[in-house]
């Protein structure tokens, strides 16, 4: 028999957005459930860059003490080296918030540190190893889920469903909502290999004619992207993985010593780059928030940031109406409302940057210089500033605003 539950909101995805989102909702008093497909938090790398917007909202829950006792690291400014010129690229020492930095943890640390913070409200309920693969729909309207979990298929039905699935979500699908595809030139191969103790410990990317590569520190060892154009994968494997560590060590000389460590193509994890956007982030029961509703470029590795941004501001203009059970559709309506010109011009940014400079550093042949408007944010501390606020803050900050029953 299918186990049915009654719930006010139903979250499908157990990453930041759907974990941030279940959690502000259960302090507000009202009840949820979280649907997880993985049995864990512990996958492969996605990007652990929590950005000072993020360490805000922490701080505004009172959190941000607990949270920096997990182990991280802080970095408060971005270098690039480009071609042969050194350039920081964002300064984030000056923003004005209580952690003025990013913070690099991993991804499963910090969902952890979400799940135990959330674990405190009784109305809250985490269910792992269950993949929403079903939207249960009574007169046009979205009214529930089915799920497949070990234990056999669960319904669960609610006020509201939000689809918090990520990049390939199935909830999105499922409903048939409109795609606008921004295309990317790029992908990114990710892999780890030791850091010495006294390497450079900003963020630290190499534009060289050719290749492109993001290094980030990660305590012992560097979290590497490698970005190569878009389709290319094959074809840099057939060559072999002595190649691959050939153009490694071009880019960053500095890994020599560790290089040998890549000894298998397992070690390298293909992110197919895609940067896309619903057209409408709802239908009648429904909200598509973070990734599942708007793909991020990893570019400035604002995707997480962005996706806690949408969790809290669908908290603060959903859970009072919710917890009184007088949810409509221009509630819903009012989160895509809130989030979607900010998210938008931060992807503009990305495609900017993808076309400008990437796509144009692997293109080149003989030295590639640092654009113009690079070489201005490299020569000027308060264009720096700037840019700091943007990439760190985003261009809505949003702030903790929750009725509390
Ligand atoms: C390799 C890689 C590197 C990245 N680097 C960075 C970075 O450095 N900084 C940064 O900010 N961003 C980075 N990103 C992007 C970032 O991971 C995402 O933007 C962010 O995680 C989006 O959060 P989300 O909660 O919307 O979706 P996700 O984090 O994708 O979470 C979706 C969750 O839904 C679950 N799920 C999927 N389908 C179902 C289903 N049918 N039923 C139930 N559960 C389901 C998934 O298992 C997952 O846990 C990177 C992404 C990748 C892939």
Redesign the pocket.
Known sequence: MTEVINTQCCI???????MMLGVLLARAGVDVVV????ADFLR??????VHPSTLEIIYELGWLEDFLKCPHQKVNHMEGVIGKENITLADFSHLKTQAPYIAFMP?WDFLNFLKQKASTYKNFTLIMQ????ELLVANDTIVGVK?TTDDGVIEVRSSLVVA????N???RRLAHMDVLEHGSPID?L?FRISRKLDDPSAVFGRIMPGSLMVMLNRGDYWQCGYVIKKGEYEALKSQGLESFRKKILENAPSLKESIHEIMDWEQI?L?TVKVDFLKKWYKDGLLC????AHA?S?VG?????L?IQDAVAAANILACPLAADKLNAVHVAAVQERRQWPTKIIQFMQLIMHKRIIYQALQSKKDFKAPLFLRAIAAMPVLQQLMGQFIGMGFRPEHINICNK
């Open positions: 499908a995805g157990g990453g930041p957005a759907g649907l997880e497909k993985h492969d790398f996605r990007g652990d860059t991804q269950a993949k929403v693969d799920a918090a699935d990520g990049r979500s199935d909830v990114v990710w994890k992110l928030i973070g990734d599942a991020m990893p590795g604002v995707g997480i940031n996706a």
